[in-house]
């Protein structure tokens, strides 16, 4: 069995255990969910360290399991990894883990939140495993359900019905969107199966015509798109996030949402490639909105959990600029970011939880002062901010600048005005937030907050690691992306041909180790 | 004339009659084991057609080509046996409620005959009489609770509206046999090109249509279905949901793609709208619903349109889609109802309030609402999802034929129908596991044999949904018989 599949596996096996225990058991219950989580992260931890030494098949991919499920129609079920989805799969486990241990803030109907919570992590380290089109699309509908649910049910504030609503609709309009496309992809491919490898395979030697590429790329990209809220299908995930329990948040912003960009990236570049070049530019122009309209929404929010919602939304314009910019630096840092930004998002809303179960509010004219009663909480707290705004040795502000790297070639112009939002938009808002929240004088009646003890610090404190390693040692991840950046983007170019980094060397910074991507494109 | 083909429905309609004769015999208290015994009966004629020997699974015709025996209907006879055979298990539950139980179960049976009858039926006449027989035993079973209003009052509309759609295909097959001289499907297939521009014809084609329409409760004559499914005994409004609705799309497969395939593929358009409208009449008018059965009448309206998808888009995928998903749909919607049957028998009404809190009284029965909901709405990983992602994959396939876009609106327009009914679905579960209106907590007591229906109903929506390599190939083997 496949290291892959006990790592989705874990998280799933337990949700089917946590079934028959009694729902007064709440101890158990908790360390059921907590020790899975845990093992499927240790395990991801292992096969990340294990992914160089990994053979590799023929296709390129690593720890592959396949086994037949439905002949007929060429569906089977197929994990493997490679530099695409190998920090993905690890992100997940990882924001999975601090998810479980942030689930101690529920408090009703544990049994029930658990469960959602597993299925959630289990079905979308799956979704990211899948080699299959159909698993690929099956494992994330899986996780996506339960998200309605609890944000139904343990959502708070007076929104929560509308929100609930709103994102149901989005999302799952947006999911059966892309399946459409997806389909379409399987018919119009001609390969007869769902097995994503074959059907690139097929592809290159009889590419899809290119109207039926036209047709499909904007049922992918807008579909995808709804699901990573893409300018303008971004309403559902401020409110969203701002009504979910902490928990959901932090998977469905850190982890769920990631899958749409992943779809694009292993999906849609490289079977549509003509398709991929014709909507470049409307993709760019798109996340133009994300960057600049919704980061100047977020200078104006009173909320802390809205401000990090609409700047988690910001945040996906870059990767978008990224994937638009179709050469081999752009979608590193587009899958780069994807991974920092899954660890960010998921510390953003772990911490707005801890701050909103002390004081039971989130309005920043109402908080102040906070670092002194909550001096662990504060500080990570600034750290997400100032990782958030793209401060260097965090691991954002390394995909950040690769993205703009990348994307200076292709769309300038673009390229200037994601800067500034990145830069000064985000500093803007970030910095405001801090100053409201954690400096100025205390109020008398947040007197009584008390800080994280021991077992609230670790998933604020893994999550903060996982950004500091990545941030200082990008190559961690960068060496095992590009090649496969480069396989997608040689369906483009033909011609790119990428020169190993070598090997030895010690990379400190982001830019030495972009250097170091030495792309020659004859 | 090879008579023993019909072995199989002889031995349906022999039971229903001892079960009537077994009335007499029986003590009053004592009369839902004869329901049991009809379920042993069944389940060895279902274990004889899965062994291979039964007459179902000798291929032939018989009666002068009346009645036909193929892959197609063998699936379907399994199908029905499966239906009456959980139908049965929720009527026994049922019994304390209704007088002359004993009647009840055996017109079930005589209804199941019907149903058999009509996977086998290669003409027009034998079409007919399936349909009649099907439907006047469920003019009863509808009507069965005589001292309840809302039963009656049913009973009549569906006995009215029953019986204008049955003129309306007696006219029909008229038209058509007047116009081509044949009843018979096979003789019809090879004449028919010649008559595709007759108005009569045509018009012979689409009162038939009408016929059918009703059983299966498609847009313009679905009007009956919230009314009669609310106002029924629980386990007729089952059957009629399941075992109804099946014979009518057996009848269309066979009328559409055997007997008239030359005007089927001409009426693309038009089964393409009706199928749209009718997913979007079954959830919309779903969204505002209180009672559970008339949840389950407007959803069904909508599945007939999901199923309807698969006709649209006139291909064997779509074909086999339409099997599988009603496979899946057998054992999700008995799970429905088995529920209702059990948890509201005492309650007046069927509102969605008596639901709540079941999770605390019952954990099976509100997992298998649960699971059963989840199913209709297509949630992964169950019987739903697999059977709509089949449609929609079907109806995609027909989209990639050049000229042939409007499939892609067709497509949107079941993914509308799929997000609306998301609210309604998950509702009934936000009902039982989150509701504070909770006034009765009592627990409810599971006779065996429920407990059984209810475990055989979730397998079958998980074994469909997780490993539907089994059942795939039943269905694209069963639609080898189909001409398009």
Redesign the interface.
Known sequence: MSILTQIAGWPLLAALLLVVVPRNYRVIIRAIAVLATLISAVLAVKMFCDYGAAPADAEGYRFVQQIP?????GISYHVGVDGLNVGLILMGAIVAFAAALCSFEIQS?EK?FYILLLIMSGGILGAFASLDL?FFY??H??AL?PT??MI??WGRGEQKNYAT?QI??YL??GA??A??GL??L???SGANTFDIPKIIEHVKASPISAH?QN?IFPLLLFGFGILVSLWPFHSWAPLGYAVAPSPTAMIHAGVLKKFGLYGLIRIALPLLPTAAQDWAHVLAWLCIGNILYIGWVAMCQRDLNLLIGNSSVAHMGFIFLGIASLNVIGISGAVFIMVAHGFLAALSFGLSGYIYQQTGTLQMNELGGLCRKLPFIGTALLMAAMAGCGLPGFANFVGEVTVFFGAWKTLPAITVMALWGGLVIGGVYMTRAIRNILHGPLPAKWNGLADAHLWRKLPYALLLASLFVFGMWPRLLTEKINPDAAKIVSSYNPQVVILQPAAGKELNAAPTGIRQLAIVNK | MNTSLINLEMCVIGLGLVLMLADLFVAPERRRFIAYIAILALGFLLAVSFSGNGSCSIAGTAFHGEFINDGLSLFFKRFFLVAAILVLFIAAEFSDRIVAAAEYYSLIIFALAGMLFAASSNDFAMLFVSIELITITFYVLVSFQRGKLTSLEAGVKYLILGALSSAFMIFGIALIWGTTGTLNFTELAAIAPQFVDSKIFLLGVLLLLVGLGFKIAAFPFQIWAPDVYQGAPTPTTAFLAVGSKAAGFVLLLRVLFTAVPAVTVRWSTLLIIISGITILYGNLCALPQRNLKRIFGYSSIAHAGYLLLGIAALNASGQAAILYYLAGYLFTVLAGFLVIALVLRHLETEDIAGLSGLNERSPLLAATMAISM?SLAG???LAG?FGK?LL??AV??A??IPGNHCY?YL??VA??G??IS??YY?GV??AM??SREATDLSPIKLSAPAMVTAWICIAGMFWIGIF??TL??MA?AAVTALKI
């Open positions: 499920w439905v002949e007929s129609l109907r029930e159909f099956f494992l509908e899986f359900i309605f649910i139904g049910v609503f149901t609709l799952s309009a059966l969107i399946l459409i389909i379409a399987y018919l119009q039926a047709i | 989840a949630i992964p990983p999802f992602f929609l994959k995609v396939e989209a990639q892609y497509v949107f993914l509308a799929v997000v998301f609210y998950l579960i936000r596991y989150w539907p390599n795939l190939n694209n």
